[in-house]
Nanobody, 125 residues
Framework: VQLQASGGGLVQAGGSLRLSCAASGRIMSNSPVGWFRQAPGKEREFVAT????????YYADSVKGRFTISRDNAANTIYLQMNNLSPEDTAIYYC???????????????????WGQGTLVTVSS
């Protein structure tokens, strides 16, 4: 099982980035996938999650209305479109998947078994 996050970089406040998470192995199309982030000196936190068919999505209040999670199961890829970025969004962003068989898109970090290596997003003011 592998998850590969990409798409991070340096962007000015108000700008946009799209993160991608390429999944392989046992992460089937019915596995919920989430995005999480960890800012310097802070704990990892939930950002967004999506269920297997893409019909159910949930967001942290801090990103609601600015971030959009989506997935392309044919390409085994999950996306996080981030708009109107602010310096407070600066963090390492991780994608994670639940064990196959768990179909609920959930928020707790502990619900996610497989993690990618993370991609750094830096937003300058």
């Amino acid at each position: 099982v592998q998850l590969q996050a990409s798409g991070g970089g340096l962007v000015q406040a108000g700008g946009s980035l799209r993160l991608s998470c390429a999944a392989s192995g046992r992460i089937m199309s019915n596995s919920p996938v989430g995005w999480f982030r960890q800012a310097p000196g802070k704990e990892r936190e939930f950002v967004a999650t999506i269920n297997g068919n893409g019909y159910m999505t949930y967001y942290a209040d801090s990103v609601k209305g600015r971030f959009t999670i989506s997935r392309d199961n044919a390409a085994n890829t999950i996306y996080l479109q981030m708009n109107n970025l602010s310096p407070e969004d600066t963090a390492i962003y991780y994608c994670a998947a639940r064990f196959p068989g768990n179909v609920v898109a959930s928020r707790p970090i502990s619900d996610y078994a497989y993690w990618g290596q993370g991609t750094l997003v830096t937003v300058s003011s």
